[in-house]
C-alpha cells in the first residue's frame, strides 16, 4: 500500500513563526502537491511538484514556499505564519504524468494564534 | 487558470433516493478523477476518467465525463447511511500536471 505521511496531525505555531511542515510518500511517486483544506472551499492547491527540485505555483501560492530535495519528501514552508493560514493542510502523491491517482495523508491541522 | 466548480455544496437526501452531482471545468481537461471523504478523514480515490463520453460505474455509483472533457457527473442510486461524506471532484488540465479540486458536495442521509 501507497504511504503518505505527514509529520504531525496538529499543530499550534504563533504569527509570524516560520512552520515547516513535512510530507514523505514511499512508492517512488514523481508527483506531489500541497493542499489546503477550509469549509466551503474544498481542497485548494498550494503548489506541487512533478519532479525533484521542480516546483510550480498552484491556485493560492501566497505566503508560501516548498522545497523537494529528494524525491519521497516535499515541505510546505509558510515564512511568516499568519491567523489566515490556520488551516487543514493535506499532502498528496501520484505516481506520473496526467492519468494516475493521488494518494493523501492524514492531513496536519495548523492554527496560528 | 483552470477552474473546477461543484454543484450542489450540500445534498440532503433520504435514504433509499437517488442524486447526482456535477463537476464542470473552465478548460478541457486530460482526465478526471472523483475521490471521496469520509467525516473526519482524508480524501479516498473513486475513479478516474479519460476518455469522452465514458460512463464507469461502481455498485450503485454512475460516473460520466462530457463529451468536450469539461464536464463530469457523479449519480449515486439508492442512497444508504454509508454514502455519507464529501464527494469531490478533480482535473488534470491538458497541458499541465496540475490536480485542482471542486469544492465538494457534502451529502448527508436521513434514515
Known amino acids: 500500500d501507497v504511504k503518505v505521511t505527514q509529520s504531525s496531525r496538529y499543530l499550534v505555531k504563533r504569527t509570524g513563526e516560520k512552520v515547516f511542515l513535512e510530507c514523505v510518500q514511499d512508492m517512488d511517486h514523481e508527483n506531489m502537491f500541497w493542499y489546503r483544506q477550509d469549509p466551503g472551499l474544498g481542497l485548494r492547491l498550494i503548489y506541487f511538484s512533478y519532479d525533484v527540485k521542480m516546483k510550480e505555483k498552484g491556485d493560492i501560492p501566497e505566503g508560501y514556499s516548498v522545497s523537494r530535495e529528494k524525491k519521497e519528501r516535499f515541505s510546505l514552508i509558510l515564512e511568516s505564519a499568519s491567523t489566515n493560514q490556520t488551516s487543514m493542510y493535506l499532502c498528496?502523491?501520484?505516481?506520473?504524468?496526467?492519468?494516475?491517482?493521488?494518494?493523501f495523508g492524514q492531513g496536519t491541522r495548523l492554527t496560528v494564534v | 487558470g483552470q477552474q473546477v466548480m461543484q454543484i450542489p455544496q450540500y445534498q440532503h437526501v433520504q435514504e433509499g433516493e437517488d442524486f447526482t452531482t456535477y463537476c464542470n471545468s473552465s478548460?478541457?481537461?486530460?482526465?478526471i478523477q472523483w475521490y471521496k471523504q469520509r467525516p473526519g478523514g482524508h480524501p479516498v480515490f473513486l475513479i478516474q476518467l479519460v476518455k469522452s463520453g465514458e460512463v464507469k460505474k461502481q455498485k450503485r455509483l454512475t460516473f460520466q465525463f462530457g463529451e468536450a472533457k469539461k464536464n463530469s457527473s457523479l449519480h449515486i442510486t439508492a442512497t444508504q447511511t454509508t454514502d455519507v461524506g464529501t464527494y469531490f471532484c478533480?482535473?488534470?488540465?491538458?497541458?499541465?500536471?496540475?490536480?485542482?479540486f471542486g469544492a465538494g458536495t457534502t451529502v448527508t442521509v436521513r434514515a
Open positions: 478548460t478541457t481537461l486530460s482526465n
Open positions: 498528496a502523491s501520484s505516481l506520473s504524468s496526467h492519468t494516475t491517482e493521488a494518494f
Open positions: 478533480a482535473g488534470v488540465g491538458s497541458n499541465d500536471y496540475k490536480l485542482s
